[in-house]
């Protein structure tokens, strides 16, 4: 059974930079498409960045972090990366990843396709 673990949150001044971290367990991810989503206080959660298979590679992003975040796989590590720079206080929030077994192109918009999900990871961005 797979099982997904975020690290890597915690409290950022606004410019600074995270690297979150989902580490899969139980089942190699190669034929997953990898989500990453964040729900901030009294809003929807909402998708962030995707990452398709390990066949595909292919990626996508939201247009409130493109060219800031990029998500990244470490096949050897069963990791999912998403690496944030210039943080602002409008990436503060919960992140989750979140896995679906896909082969085809990610759908960063398609939250319902994902099955698996972890227990998030809080990141804060304040001074």
């Known amino acids: 059974q797979l099982q997904l673990v975020e690290s890597g949150g915690g409290l950022v001044q606004p410019g600074g930079s995270l690297r979150l971290s989902c580490a899969a367990s139980?089942?190699?991810?190669?034929?997953?498409?990898i989500g990453w989503f964040r729900q901030a206080p009294g809003r929807e959660r909402e998708g962030v960045s995707c990452?398709?298979?390990?066949?595909?590679?292919?990626?996508d992003y939201a247009d409130s972090v493109k060219d800031r975040f990029t998500v990244s796989r470490d096949n050897a590590k069963n990791t999912i990366y998403l690496e944030m720079d210039s943080l602002s206080a409008e990436d503060t929030g919960v992140y989750y990843c979140a896995a679906e077994f896909w082969l085809g192109k990610c759908d960063l918009n398609g939250m319902s396709q994902y099955d698996s999900w972890g227990q998030g990871t809080q990141v804060t961005v304040s001074s």
């Open positions: 139980g089942v190699t991810l190669d034929n997953y498409a």
């Open positions: 990452i398709s298979s390990r066949g595909s590679g292919s990626t």
